[in-house]
C-alpha cells in the first residue's frame, strides 16, 4: 500500500520557522554534509511505540515527523520469510487467516483529516538551478510473556480496539503480562481496523499485512517530489537496522536465522525496494566515488555557491594534475540542486539472523554500517555531562582534533531522562541544544508523553526546534512581516549575543557592534574588530588575513562563541560579551531571504511580490529558452559558413569566420539580461555567460 505526504496542520511551520529552517540550511549550503547537524529520530518508539503497525497511521506519523524538522530517520526493517518481503512490523504476518471475517457491523469513525512567503523555483533532474538486536525494534521497551508462547491457536478472535483519534497513555498499553488488551495469546487474530484495512492481531503486536518498506518509500518519494523545490528541498537520511521477523507462533522470541533459500534473493533486495521509486533522488556510495575520484570534473567544475567548501576535505593531486580526495562529501546544495538528490541510505545495526544476506548487492546503493553515523556515548544532559562527547574544545581549533564527521548521539548507561506525561522536561531539550552546540545530531529514541508523534507532535516538535543553533526564539523577529516597532528598511542584520546562549538575533544594520572575522578561511579561527562599526563596514573593519564572516555550522558557531570568553574591550564599560558581534547575515535585499556576502549580497529567490508568480511559472523554462538559443547560435554559425564567400573574412584562408557567431554571444547575453529583470533570478545564466566569454576569447585568439 502506498502513502502520501500529509502532515496535520499543527506540524507545519508558523512565523519564524519556515524562515528559521531555510536560513540555517542556506547558510550551511556549501558545509560538507557530514559536518552538518541534523535532528534525528528512531521511527520504532517514536510511531509504533504500542504495538500498532497500521499503514494509515504510521503515514500520519512520519509525515508529521518530516515537517516539523527531522532529517535523519533509523528505521527497523524486517525481512518476511513466509510472504517474502521487506516490512516494519517485527513479525511475519500469515498469508491468509482462515474464516477472517469480524463480527463489528458499526462503521468505523473517520479518522482525523490534516487539513512569510518566498517564491520557490522547482528543483529539476539534470538541470542546475543556482540556489542554495534482537527482533523487537530499538525502544527500549520490554514485554512479559507468560508461558512458553509455543501454543500456535489460529481459531479468530474479534476485539475492539481503541480508535486512533481517543488513543490516550493508558488505554492501549502493554499489562504486565503482555499484550494488546491484557492477554498474550500466541494466536493470529483479525481485529476491527478504522480505516477499512486488514488488522491482525499477532502477540503484543497488531499490523496490517500492507504495512511494508514501499509505504515509507512511497511516501518518502511524495514527500521529496512536494519539496523538490529551492524554498523546501532538504536532504534525508534513513539508517537501516536490519532484522528478521518473528513468527507468528512466537512473536516475542528471537527468531532462528533463515533458510539460506528464505533469505533475499538477487530480486529481493533491499535497495531494490527504494530504487525502484527513489532511484533519480538518492545519492549512492557510488556517486560519492565517482565525485572523490575526480574533483576537476565534479565539485570543481560547479558554481561557486555550490562547491562543498575545501577547508573540510583532504585532497591529492595526481601526476595528471587530476584533484581527489579520500575523505571529503558533498555539500547539500552540489547534491539537491546540481545532482537534484535528496537522500542518502546507510546500513545501522544488523540481527546475527541476517548477516547471511546479500550485503554486496546493496553495495552500490547503501552505504556500508557507520558511514553515515559515527556515534558518541552520552551519560548525562548538562554540558558538563556532555564534555566527553563534545567536539567543541577551547584549547584548539585544528579540524583534525574537532573532527565531528556524522557524528550522532548515543545514550550511555548513565543517561536517564525522564518524559513526563504533562510537560516537556528542560533537561530533555537541553540535550538537544546542548548536543547540537557540540556537534552531535540528537537522535530521539523515547516515545515522549508515552504518545507517538500522530496522536501528538507538540512534544517532537519542541525537540526539533531547540536543534536549532543559528537563531535565538522568536527570531528573526522580521521574518512575519508584522511591524515590530524598527525600521523595516535596517532592521535586517544579524548579531551573535552570548547572552543568548550564542543563538542570533536581528539589529538595526545602522547599530556600532564589533564584527567577527574568520582567520585564514579557517572553520574554527575566529577574532573581533578592534573597534565597533555598523553593519556596511564590517569587512573593511577586519583585521589583516581575516575576513568578515558567518558561522556556517553549529561547530562553528561555537567556537566563535568561546572567543567572547576572552576577549574583553579595553574600555570596561563597553563589554563585548554584553552586547554581541555582527556576523555576515542580512536581509537587506529582500526581507525574509537571508544571505551572506555584505550588505550588497542578493537574495536568489525573488525581488519583489510581483515578480513571484512570474517567477514561478517561468523559471521552470529556462531550460526550454536555452535550448532555443542553442538552436539559434548554430543557425547563425552555419549562415555565416554560407555567406563566408561573400563576406570580409576575419582571419585568412586557413581560418573560418566568427562574426555570426559573436552576434549570437552578444544575443545570449541580451537574453540573461531579460532573465534577469523579469524574473529576479541574479545567477540564471552565469555560468552559460562565463562558458560563452571563454569560448569567444578562444575564438578571438584563433
Same mark, same amino acid.
Given at each position: 500500500?502506498?502513502?502520501?505526504?500529509?502532515?496535520?496542520?499543527?506540524?507545519?511551520?508558523?512565523?519564524?520557522?519556515?524562515?528559521?529552517?531555510?536560513?540555517?540550511?542556506?547558510?550551511?549550503?556549501?558545509?560538507?554534509?557530514?559536518?552538518?547537524?541534523?535532528?534525528?529520530?528512531?521511527?520504532?518508539?517514536?510511531?509504533?511505540?504500542?504495538?500498532?503497525?497500521?499503514?494509515?497511521?504510521?503515514?500520519?506519523?512520519?509525515?508529521?515527523?518530516?515537517?516539523?524538522?527531522?532529517?535523519?530517520?533509523?528505521?527497523?526493517?524486517?525481512?518476511?520469510?513466509?510472504?517474502?518481503?521487506?516490512?516494519?512490523?517485527?513479525?511475519?504476518?500469515?498469508?491468509?487467516?482462515?474464516?477472517? /471475517?469480524? %463480527? =463489528?457491523?458499526?462503521?468505523? *469513525?473517520?479518522? &482525523?483529516?490534516? !487539513?512569510?512567503?518566498?517564491? @520557490?523555483?522547482? #528543483?529539476?533532474?539534470?538541470?542546475?538551478?543556482?540556489?542554495?538486536?534482537?527482533?523487537?525494534?530499538?525502544?527500549?521497551?520490554?514485554?512479559?510473556?507468560?508461558?512458553?508462547?509455543?501454543?500456535?491457536?489460529?481459531?479468530?478472535?474479534?476485539?475492539?480496539?481503541?480508535?486512533?483519534?481517543?488513543?490516550?497513555?493508558?488505554?492501549?498499553?502493554?499489562?504486565?503480562?503482555?499484550?494488546?488488551?491484557?492477554?498474550?495469546?500466541?494466536?493470529?487474530?483479525?481485529?476491527?481496523?478504522?480505516?477499512?484495512?486488514?488488522?491482525?492481531?499477532?502477540?503484543?503486536?497488531?499490523?496490517?499485512?500492507?504495512?511494508?518498506?514501499?509505504?515509507?518509500?512511497?511516501?518518502?518519494?511524495?514527500?521529496?517530489?512536494?519539496?523538490?523545490?529551492?524554498?523546501?528541498?532538504?536532504?534525508?537520511?534513513?539508517?537501516?537496522?536490519?532484522?528478521?521477523?518473528? /513468527?507468528? %507462533? =512466537?512473536?516475542?522470541?528471537? *527468531?532462528?536465522? &533463515?533458510?539460506? !533459500?528464505?533469505?533475499?534473493? @538477487?530480486?529481493? #533486495?533491499?535497495?531494490?525496494?527504494?530504487?525502484?521509486?527513489?532511484?533519480?533522488?538518492?545519492?549512492?556510495?557510488?556517486?560519492?566515488?565517482?565525485?572523490?575520484?575526480?574533483?576537476?570534473?565534479?565539485?570543481?567544475?560547479?558554481?561557486?555557491?555550490?562547491?562543498?567548501?575545501?577547508?573540510?576535505?583532504?585532497?591529492?593531486?595526481?601526476?595528471?594534475?587530476?584533484?581527489?580526495?579520500?575523505?571529503?562529501?558533498?555539500?547539500?546544495?552540489?547534491?539537491?540542486?546540481?545532482?537534484?538528490?535528496?537522500?542518502?541510505?546507510?546500513?545501522?545495526?544488523?540481527?546475527?539472523?541476517?548477516?547471511?544476506?546479500?550485503?554486496?548487492?546493496?553495495?552500490?546503493?547503501?552505504?556500508?554500517?557507520?558511514?553515515?553515523?559515527?556515534?558518541?556515548?552520552?551519560?548525562?544532559?548538562?554540558?558538563?555531562?556532555?564534555?566527553?562527547?563534545?567536539?567543541?574544545?577551547?584549547?584548539?581549533?585544528?579540524?583534525?582534533?574537532?573532527?565531528?564527521?556524522?557524528?550522532?548521539?548515543?545514550?550511555?548507561?548513565?543517561?536517564?531522562?525522564?518524559?513526563?506525561?504533562?510537560?516537556?522536561?528542560?533537561?530533555?531539550?537541553?540535550?538537544?541544544?546542548?548536543?547540537?552546540?557540540?556537534?552531535?545530531?540528537?537522535?530521539?529514541?523515547?516515545?515522549?508523553?508515552?504518545?507517538?508523534?500522530?496522536?501528538?507532535?507538540?512534544?517532537?516538535?519542541?525537540?526539533?526546534?531547540?536543534?536549532?543553533?543559528?537563531?535565538?526564539?522568536?527570531?528573526?523577529?522580521?521574518?512575519?512581516?508584522?511591524?515590530?516597532?524598527?525600521?523595516?528598511?535596517?532592521?535586517?542584520?544579524?548579531?551573535?549575543?552570548?547572552?543568548?546562549?550564542?543563538?542570533?538575533?536581528?539589529?538595526?544594520?545602522?547599530?556600532?557592534?564589533?564584527?567577527?572575522?574568520?582567520?585564514?578561511?579557517?572553520?574554527?579561527?575566529?577574532?573581533?574588530?578592534?573597534?565597533?562599526?555598523?553593519?556596511?563596514?564590517?569587512?573593511?573593519?577586519?583585521?589583516?588575513?581575516?575576513?568578515?564572516?558567518?558561522?556556517?555550522?553549529?561547530?562553528?558557531?561555537?567556537?566563535?562563541?568561546?572567543?567572547?570568553?576572552?576577549?574583553?574591550?579595553?574600555?570596561?564599560?563597553?563589554?563585548?560579551?554584553?552586547?554581541?558581534?555582527?556576523?555576515?547575515?542580512?536581509?537587506?535585499?529582500?526581507?525574509?531571504?537571508?544571505?551572506?556576502?555584505?550588505?550588497?549580497?542578493?537574495?536568489?529567490?525573488?525581488?519583489?511580490?510581483?515578480?513571484?508568480?512570474?517567477?514561478?511559472?517561468?523559471?521552470?523554462?529556462?531550460?526550454?529558452?536555452?535550448?532555443?538559443?542553442?538552436?539559434?547560435?548554430?543557425?547563425?554559425?552555419?549562415?555565416?559558413?554560407?555567406?563566408?564567400?561573400?563576406?570580409?573574412?576575419?582571419?585568412?584562408?586557413?581560418?573560418?569566420?566568427?562574426?555570426?557567431?559573436?552576434?549570437?554571444?552578444?544575443?545570449?547575453?541580451?537574453?540573461?539580461?531579460?532573465?534577469?529583470?523579469?524574473?529576479?533570478?541574479?545567477?540564471?545564466?552565469?555560468?552559460?555567460?562565463?562558458?560563452?566569454?571563454?569560448?569567444?576569447?578562444?575564438?578571438?585568439?584563433?
Amino acid at each position: 500500500m502506498t502513502q502520501s505526504y500529509n502532515p496535520d496542520n499543527s506540524s507545519l511551520p508558523t512565523p519564524p520557522w519556515g524562515t528559521v529552517y531555510l536560513s540555517q540550511r542556506d547558510v550551511a549550503a556549501q558545509v560538507p554534509i557530514n559536518y552538518v547537524t541534523q535532528p534525528g529520530v528512531v521511527l520504532a518508539p517514536a510511531c509504533f511505540a504500542h504495538g500498532r503497525y497500521q499503514d494509515k497511521e504510521a503515514g500520519d506519523c512520519i509525515s508529521n515527523l518530516l515537517a516539523v524538522g527531522y532529517r535523519r530517520f533509523v528505521v527497523d526493517v524486517y525481512w518476511d520469510s513466509g510472504r517474502q518481503d521487506w516490512g516494519l512490523c517485527p513479525v511475519s504476518i500469515p498469508k491468509s487467516i482462515p474464516n477472517n /471475517s469480524t %463480527s =463489528s457491523t458499526s462503521s468505523p *469513525p473517520t479518522p &482525523p483529516v490534516s !487539513s512569510e512567503t518566498l517564491s @520557490s523555483v522547482q #528543483l529539476q533532474t539534470g538541470v542546475e538551478l543556482t540556489t542554495t538486536k534482537g527482533n523487537t525494534p530499538s525502544t527500549g521497551l520490554t514485554t512479559a510473556v507468560t508461558g512458553d508462547g509455543s501454543s500456535a491457536s489460529t481459531t479468530l478472535q474479534v476485539r475492539s480496539v481503541p480508535s486512533p483519534t481517543n488513543v490516550t497513555s493508558s488505554s492501549i498499553e502493554f499489562s504486565a503480562t503482555g499484550g494488546l488488551n491484557g492477554t498474550v495469546q500466541p494466536s493470529v487474530s483479525m481485529i476491527p481496523n478504522f480505516y477499512n484495512e486488514p488488522f491482525y492481531e499477532i502477540g503484543p503486536y497488531a499490523c496490517t499485512p500492507t504495512i511494508t518498506l514501499s509505504l515509507l518509500t512511497s511516501l518518502l518519494l511524495d514527500y521529496v517530489e512536494k519539496t523538490q523545490n529551492t524554498l523546501e528541498a532538504h536532504m534525508i537520511y534513513l539508517i537501516l537496522n536490519l532484522h528478521a521477523a518473528a /513468527s507468528a %507462533s =512466537s512473536p516475542t522470541k528471537s *527468531p532462528p536465522a &533463515p533458510a539460506v !533459500s528464505n533469505l533475499p534473493d @538477487s530480486s529481493d #533486495l533491499l535497495s531494490l525496494v527504494f530504487d525502484a521509486s527513489m532511484s533519480p533522488f538518492i545519492y549512492t556510495p557510488t556517486d560519492l566515488r565517482a565525485d572523490r575520484a575526480n574533483l576537476n570534473s565534479s565539485w570543481y567544475a560547479s558554481a561557486h555557491n555550490l562547491k562543498p567548501l575545501a577547508e573540510y576535505y583532504t585532497t591529492t593531486i595526481t601526476p595528471e594534475q587530476m584533484h581527489t580526495t579520500f575523505d571529503g562529501w558533498p555539500s547539500e546544495s552540489y547534491v539537491e540542486v546540481l545532482r537534484a538528490k535528496r537522500m542518502l541510505l546507510g546500513w545501522g545495526s544488523i540481527d546475527t539472523q541476517m548477516q547471511g544476506y546479500n550485503f554486496t548487492g546493496d553495495a552500490g546503493i547503501i552505504f556500508p554500517s557507520g558511514e553515515l553515523h559515527k556515534t558518541r556515548l552520552v551519560n548525562g544532559t548538562s554540558s558538563a555531562d556532555l564534555e566527553g562527547a563534545c567536539f567543541s574544545n577551547a584549547n584548539t581549533t585544528d579540524l583534525v582534533h574537532s573532527n565531528s564527521s556524522w557524528a550522532v548521539s548515543s545514550q550511555g548507561p548513565g543517561f536517564d531522562v525522564a518524559v513526563p506525561n504533562s510537560a516537556l522536561s528542560e533537561p530533555l531539550i537541553s540535550l538537544s541544544s546542548n548536543l547540537t552546540a557540540c556537534g552531535i545530531s540528537p537522535i530521539i529514541d523515547k516515545t515522549l508523553f508515552n504518545v507517538t508523534a500522530n496522536v501528538n507532535i507538540t512534544a517532537y516538535q519542541e525537540i526539533a526546534h531547540n536543534s536549532v543553533w543559528t537563531w535565538a526564539p522568536d527570531e528573526p523577529r522580521n521574518s512575519s512581516r508584522v511591524s515590530n516597532g524598527n525600521n523595516d528598511a535596517l532592521f535586517r542584520c544579524a548579531v551573535v549575543d552570548p547572552a543568548l546562549n550564542g543563538r542570533w538575533r536581528v539589529d538595526d544594520c545602522s547599530s556600532h557592534y564589533y564584527a567577527a572575522c574568520r582567520i585564514a578561511s579557517q572553520p574554527y579561527m575566529w577574532q573581533f574588530t578592534t573597534y565597533p562599526v555598523t553593519y556596511s563596514s564590517a569587512e573593511a573593519a577586519c583585521p589583516g588575513n581575516s575576513t568578515f564572516a558567518v558561522p556556517r555550522t553549529s561547530l562553528e558557531n561555537f567556537y566563535l562563541n568561546s572567543v567572547f570568553h576572552h576577549r574583553r574591550d579595553p574600555d570596561a564599560n563597553d563589554n563585548i560579551r554584553d552586547k554581541g558581534v555582527w556576523v555576515d547575515f542580512n536581509s537587506l535585499d529582500v526581507q525574509a531571504c537571508w544571505v551572506s556576502g555584505g550588505p550588497n549580497a542578493t537574495c536568489s529567490y525573488y525581488l519583489n511580490d510581483a515578480s513571484i508568480q512570474r517567477r514561478t511559472v517561468l523559471v521552470p523554462v529556462i531550460a526550454g529558452i536555452i535550448v532555443l538559443v542553442i538552436t539559434a547560435l548554430t543557425f547563425f554559425v552555419k549562415c555565416n559558413a554560407n555567406r563566408r564567400s561573400s563576406r570580409r573574412r576575419k582571419r585568412g584562408e586557413a581560418g573560418w569566420d566568427y562574426e555570426g557567431f559573436v552576434q549570437s554571444i552578444a544575443i545570449l547575453y541580451k537574453l540573461d539580461t531579460i532573465l534577469r529583470r523579469v524574473l529576479g533570478y541574479h545567477h540564471s545564466l552565469d555560468d552559460i555567460a562565463c562558458a560563452c566569454r571563454q569560448l569567444e576569447a578562444t575564438v578571438s585568439r584563433q
